[in-house]
């Protein structure tokens, strides 16, 4: 198992993508399921960064880890944020809607729901954990 | 890897090129082109060119919406060699219905 610490900054952003780029080669992922996992975990983390700690919280913590299981790869991330289940968050309801009338956010976490192969929340001893999971095949 | 966008102009197209990976730490570079495109005097077409675009998350997508909100609704968006990841990701946000894809950049 992989683990990192970092600050709860966009900016960590890089750090989180060559902890993904890791964990997706030394399980040889392939290039389309590294970027699904890539992209699920870019959203996630953007999402905590942005809502959990307000756009940004150089004291507040981000805490990823990851593994290799025979079928699969996990990532799981560890925020302190207020609780925030990601199951609760419905379909956006504008996709059918021509782009000029759109709000421009929204539809990261609806994008990492449907990269990912499964999402598992817990929050446990005041933590958010919100595990990513992509099969290897 | 990093990621760049670079704007250029050919009559009334309005030209730019996107490298690399478009994530949340380099959305603005992409907001910022399309506002000088779109700030540079009149265009019919804003052309994309995506062909060494490798990857996009929902903070490129933000670009776009910026990008037709700006334009308006009178002004063609050329999405030009999407891979197929990125143009699978447009196509599941509904973003298709208000751009073109084309294998070549307009002349």
């Known amino acids: 198992m992989k683990r990192l610490r970092l600050p709860a900054v966009l900016d960590s952003l890089d750090q989180v993508v060559a902890f993904v780029a890791d964990i997706a080669h030394s399980s040889g992922l392939s290039g389309t399921r590294h970027r699904r996992l890539r992209l699920a975990v870019e959203e996630f983390v953007t999402n905590i960064v942005t809502h959990g700690f307000n756009g940004g919280a150089v004291d507040g913590e981000l805490e990823l880890l990851g593994g290799v299981e025979p079928d699969c790869v996990w ?3 560890v925020d302190r944020g207020p609780p925030f289940d990601p ?11 021509p782009l000029v009338q759109r709000r421009p956010g929204g539809l990261g976490l609806f994008l990492a ?3 990912a192969d499964q999402i598992v929340y817990e929050h446990s001893g005041g933590c958010n954990c919100t595990t990513i999971v992509i099969n290897r095949r | 890897m990093g990621f760049s966008a670079t704007l250029s102009r050919n009559g009334r197209i309005a030209l730019i090129t996107l490298e690399g ?8 570079d992409f907001r910022n082109r399309v506002e000088q495109a779109a700030n540079g005097g009149q265009i019919d077409q804003l052309v994309l ?6 990857y996009m998350s929902s903070a490129g997508m933000r670009g776009l919406v910026f990008a037709r909100q700006k ?6 968006i050329v999405l030009v060699r999407a ?18 894809f ?6």
Do not use: C, K, W, Y
């Not at chain 1, 199951?87 to 809607?97: E, F, G, H, K, V």
């Not at chain 2, 060119?49 to 490798?54: A, E, G, Q, R, V």
């Not at chain 2, 084309?102 to 002349?107: K, R």
């Open chain 1, 75 to 77: 990532l799981m991330l």
């Open chain 1, 87 to 97: 199951n609760t968050i419905s379909r956006p309801a504008d996709l059918d809607m």
């Open chain 1, 113 to 115: 729901r449907n990269a």
């Open chain 2, 21 to 28: 990976e478009l994530d949340a730490l380099h959305a603005d």
């Open chain 2, 49 to 54: 060119d995506m062909t060494d675009l490798t």
């Open chain 2, 71 to 76: 334009m308006g609704e009178d002004i063609r």
């Open chain 2, 83 to 100: 891979s197929d990841s990125v143009e699978q990701t447009i196509r599941l946000v509904g973003f298709h219905q208000s751009v073109v």
């Open chain 2, 102 to 107: 084309s294998d070549e950049v307009p002349g």
